[in-house]
């Protein structure tokens, strides 16, 4: 059984291009988590999707950012016309539901470390 | 609001000693989980442990042990008879029992174990 599966696991870009993040959670798993991890920082939140729907996006910046999760295919995460401040460590995370079906760890992903020039 | 403080940025120990990481966390949450992660220089997150707050009992995995000590809202890990491979970043993070695992963390603990 695969893990969470993260690509690409690094991407560079230039200022102003656009990023894009895939994730493809755990078999069964249909909730998807988007954390950030800036350098010699710890991970912060950004966004919890469900199979086409987003239930929480507090912690994603109101604007470039964007993120799906499509009933067929991994999840997105957007980043639009990148600068020097994106560039980070973005880890993906999966559960199976919530609550009391959420009984083992935490699984991230390998992350993509996302670089802009 | 919950908040995680893992107030050792840098710890550097000798081989074969032990050591321990303070983790002390704030949450309004009746119920909750507490996790350790190490992170590698590799980058990648290994999960170690999840403790529910409602189980006191100290918990041990080999070398590793853990003691949370809910009067004190501390969930501290040690690492007994360290080793190289040891050397990495570890975060501690929180998040409630109910609804979805949104998980805060503390900004980590550099670790370097020197041979």
């Known amino acids: 059984n695969a893990g969470v599966m993260q690509n690409p696991r690094h991407l560079v870009r230039r200022r102003g291009q656009e990023a894009r993040l895939r994730c493809s959670p755990m078999?069964?798993?249909?909730?998807v988590y988007w954390y950030r991890q800036l350098p010699e920082e710890g991970l912060k939140f950004m966004v919890y999707l469900q199979k086409e729907n987003i239930i929480d996006e507090s912690g994603m910046p109101k604007e470039r950012f964007s993120a799906e999760f499509p009933k067929e295919g991994p999840s997105i995460l957007r980043i639009q016309q990148v600068v020097r401040g994106d560039s980070a460590a973005y880890f993906c995370?999966?559960?199976?539901?919530?609550?009391?079906?959420?009984?083992?760890?935490?699984?991230f992903g390998s992350g993509t470390r996302l670089t802009v020039v | 609001a919950q908040k995680v403080t893992q107030a050792q940025t840098e710890i550097s120990v000798v081989e074969k000693e032990d050591v321990t990481l303070d983790c002390v966390y704030e949450t309004r949450d009746t119920t909750y989980y507490l996790f350790w992660y190490k992170q590698p220089p590799s980058g990648e997150l290994v999960f170690l442990i999840r403790r529910n707050s409602f189980d006191e009992q100290n918990e041990i995995s080999g070398r590793y042990s853990w003691n949370f000590q809910k009067s004190t809202s501390s969930f501290n890990f040690t690492i007994t008879a360290s080793q190289v491979v040891d050397s990495a970043v570890y975060f501690c993070a929180l998040s409630a029992s109910g609804g979805y695992q949104k998980v805060t963390f503390g900004t980590g603990t550099k670790l370097q174990v020197i041979p």
């Open positions: 995370a999966s559960s199976p539901g919530t609550g009391a079906t959420f009984n083992y760890g935490y699984t």
């Open positions: 078999k069964g798993h249909s909730h």
